[in-house]
Antibody, heavy 119, light 107 residues
Framework: EVQLQQSGAELGKPGTSVKLSCKVSGYNIRNTYMHWVNQRPGKGLEWIGRIDPANGNTIYAEKFKSKATLTADTSSNTAYMQLSQLKSDDTAIYFC????????????WGQGTLVTVSS | DIQMTQSPASLSASLGETVTIECLAS??????LAWYQQKPGKSPQLLIY???SLQDGVPSRFSGSESGTQYSLEINSLQSEDAATYFCQQHHDYPFTFGSGTKLEIK
């Protein structure tokens, strides 16, 4: 069974960057497309983008193209998302969720990482 | 981008009742519609995929249907554990988009 372990909560100052991780067990990350979704406090879900760990190819939602950078390390079966130029609006829970095919629903989710942006 | 308009934003129903939540897609998504349940402090859990297919382990009181670009989630015989927020999501095309959510309260 696929299991996802995300890194712990982050507190970042405005203008800085944070890098979140998502370690996969039970499945080879090279055989997935790793997606990231966020949820602002009390709000809905927002798709950020996805990476193909096998070749590093990425697709981003337009609004996250200059905000998020997705990478993956196949040797450690871990996906990463860096958020840059943090603003208070980036305060949210960030989830990773793998897909085995390009378009299908999210059957597996990480537990989420809370990012709080505050000076 | 495909817009998913979800309604209602909230509803309250009694134990044993039936409720329906709807999502309207802004264009044809060819039944590539999923429903999720999310409880406070938890990750979303997949209930329904491909508009009407029940995810393994999900109680049969949950069902999905479609009519054109209108998709519905029905929950029969409401149980106390169904209190949660429900989201729809189109998984037809990037960027994936979600409905705004429906908060279900059990009286």
């Amino acid at each position: 069974e696929v299991q996802l372990q995300q890194s712990g909560a982050e507190l970042g100052k405005p203008g800085t960057s944070v890098k979140l991780s998502c370690k996969v067990s039970g499945y080879n990350i090279r055989n997935t497309y790793m997606h990231w979704v966020n949820q602002r406090p009390g709000k809905g879900l927002e798709w950020i983008g996805r990476i193909d760990p096998a070749n590093g190819n990425t697709i981003y939602a337009e609004k996250f193209k200059s905000k998020a950078t997705l990478t993956a390390d196949t040797s450690s079966n871990t996906a990463y998302m860096q958020l840059s130029q943090l603003k208070s609006d980036d305060t949210a829970i960030y989830f990773c969720a793998p897909l085995m095919y390009t378009t299908e629903p999210f059957a597996y989710w990480g537990q989420g990482t809370l990012v709080t942006v505050s000076s | 981008d495909i817009q998913m308009t979800q309604s209602p934003a909230s509803l309250s129903a009694s134990l044993g009742e039936t409720v329906t939540i709807e999502c309207l897609a802004s264009e044809d998504i060819y039944s590539n519609l999923a429903w999720y349940q999310q409880k406070p402090g938890k990750s979303p859990q997949l209930l329904i995929y491909d508009a009407s297919s029940l995810q393994d382990g999900v109680p049969s009181r949950f069902s999905g249907s479609e009519s054109g670009t209108q998709y519905s989630l029905e929950i029969n015989s409401l149980q106390s554990e169904d209190a949660a927020t429900y989201f729809c999501q189109q998984h037809h095309d990037y960027p994936f988009t979600f409905g705004s959510g429906t908060k279900l309260e059990i009286k």
